[in-house]
């Protein structure tokens, strides 16, 4: 699971670090996994927008 669950707000973004030594790779590497998020997130949801709240 990437990200934190209840932070279904517009602020809320994804984060990732890349380390390595050849910054071409990096740069390409880096569009790749850009690309895929960006491509994800209609799929991604909430859990706890699906949850039912539970009686107190």
Known sequence: MVGYVWADEPRATAAAIM???DADV???QAAKLALAYWQAR???SS???QAAPKSA
Do not use: Q, Y
């Open 19 to 21: 380390t390595g030594t």
């Open 26 to 28: 990096l740069s390409e």
């Open 42 to 44: 209609d799929d991604l």
């Open 47 to 49: 859990a706890a927008s």
